[in-house]
């Protein structure tokens, strides 16, 4: 069906104190009815934000009961009593229970909870089976992967993402929820016009898993990846799986909250949201570190042996960080394009390592002074140095730089400690060396070597 205007009022409290008759018959299909709160999460948590920010918003309201999906526009206005809803576009969609047979009763499936989910992943409706487990309180309005926590697969995924990427049926994201090992299965939902509107699935109690075998008291288990040893080389790719893509939502959310691309918000607001997607990318980073190191530290570690120039490598470098340089008013002094030092190493490894010298060099230079890069041969060895006019390093900081977890004596949380210990490795894997040659109030020159190619 289609409304053109469905027409409602919230008073101070939250309660539906008017209601054309589509809202209230989702009102009291909900379970509640006029002079009651309001018990639609996802339109409760829109006149939330419309009152906090003390203005008129205008977002899609998404909604279900047992008989359809609610796709509409909101708008509300709120005032010193309330606020006022005027929900255009309304449209429902029956549920087509032959779509999805195996979630179209949760009683099929003793134990299990039915489920739904927006196209945010916000989930919009939860009941369990008589025989299932009780229901967390608080649960409407919460993101998917905050009421279940989602569980990475054999390789290392995420079923319910991938199927969210591709918009299409999942089975098998293993989750953990107020101590329950459960298993979500879910079927994409569409509107009437072929749009993606959220998930609607299954959870079900996963299955007794046979005991493990004993671990032996001398290898190291780490419990977040069960009973896989931190030495197996399938732990980075572990640790990839399970933080990297709950890490890159969080900072995804919180610049698109910072950049207040859905509207404006508080400014104070909108600095938190910066500092939470600023404390994401460096816990990524350390995700990053922490999978190389365990790379290039298991035995047989080999660099490819592509045919490289240090000079364009460092022209690429300068222009990924560039910006980042001049927002502290910092010069850096590239190579020009005609400078080049043919050299053998990983391309993608080389790049990195001078990412990392760079991005040091802008850390821990002064504002308004001058990073230069240069390039030149010296025998059989190409070589690319990064200097900058920081404060140097002494001789018994330059002992240890290159180890783990030595950051210059830095406390900030500027960085890891582990990038000067991978480049180096990184270096020596590909038949080079990296070096430092410094002084106290001489800033710090890095020096990469390659083995050397004819041009």
Not at 227 to 238: E, H, T, W, Y
Not at 311 to 329: I, P, S
Request: a negative charge.
């Amino acid at each position: 069906m289609s409304e053109r205007i469905v027409r409602g009022r919230v008073d101070r409290s939250g309660a539906l104190v008017s209601a054309d008759a589509p809202l209230l018959r989702l009102q009291q299909r909900a379970g509640a009815g006029l002079d009651k709160p309001l018990a639609l999460p996802h339109l409760a948590r829109l006149i939330t934000l419309a009152q906090r920010l003390h203005r008129d918003i205008s977002r899609p309201l998404y909604a279900a009961d047992d008989h359809s999906d609610i796709h509409a526009l909101v708008r509300i206005t709120p005032d010193a009593d309330g606020a006022s809803l005027e929900i255009s576009d309304w449209r429902t969609r029956p549920i087509a229970q032959p779509q999805i047979p195996a979630i179209a009763d949760s009683a099929v499936l003793p134990h299990s909870w039915t489920w739904e989910c927006d196209q945010q992943l916000r989930v919009v409706a939860l009941r369990a089976a008589a025989d299932a487990p009780a229901i967390p309180a608080g649960w409407e309005g919460r993101s998917l992967s905050e009421l279940f926590e989602l569980q990475p697969d054999e390789e290392g995924r995420f079923p319910v993402l991938r199927a969210l990427a591709r918009q299409s049926r999942f089975d098998g994201q293993r989750v953990q929820v107020a101590h329950i090992a459960m298993t979500l299965s879910g079927d994409a939902l569409f509107d009437a016009t072929g749009r993606f509107t959220g998930f609607r699935g299954l959870a079900t109690p996963a299955d007794p898993q046979p005991s493990a075998e004993p671990v032996a008291a001398a290898a190291l288990v780490d419990p977040a990846f069960g009973s896989l040893p931190l030495s197996d080389p399938q732990f980075g790719r572990r640790i990839d799986g399970a933080l990297r893509g709950p890490l890159s939502r969080i900072i995804a959310t919180a610049e698109t909250i910072s950049g207040q691309f859905d509207g404006p918000i508080r400014a104070d607001y909108a600095r938190y949201a910066g500092d939470i997607a600023h404390a994401g990318r460096h816990l990524l980073g350390l995700v990053d570190d922490l999978a190389d190191l365990q790379n290039i530290e298991r035995p047989g570690f080999k660099a490819a042996r592509d045919e490289i120039d240090l000079g364009d490598l460092a022209r690429r470098a300068v222009g990924l960080l560039g910006m980042k340089a001049e927002e502290r008013g910092i010069r850096i002094d590239a190579p020009r394009t005609d400078d080049k030092a043919p050299a053998t190493g990983e391309f993608r490894r080389v790049l990195q390592v001078l990412l990392n010298l760079l991005g040091n060099a802008i850390r821990y230079s002064p504002e308004n002074s001058l990073i230069w890069i240069r390039v030149n041969r010296e025998d059989d060895r190409a070589t690319i140095t990064v200097a900058d006019q920081g404060q140097g390093i002494d001789a018994e900081q330059q002992a240890v730089v290159f180890e783990k977890f030595e950051r210059l004596g830095r406390t900030d949380s500027g960085g890891s400690g582990l990038g000067l210990y991978i480049a180096r490795r990184l270096a020596r894997a590909m038949d080079g060396e990296l070096t430092v040659d410094s002084a106290p109030g001489q800033g710090a020159r890095f020096t990469l070597s390659l083995p050397a190619r004819d041009a």
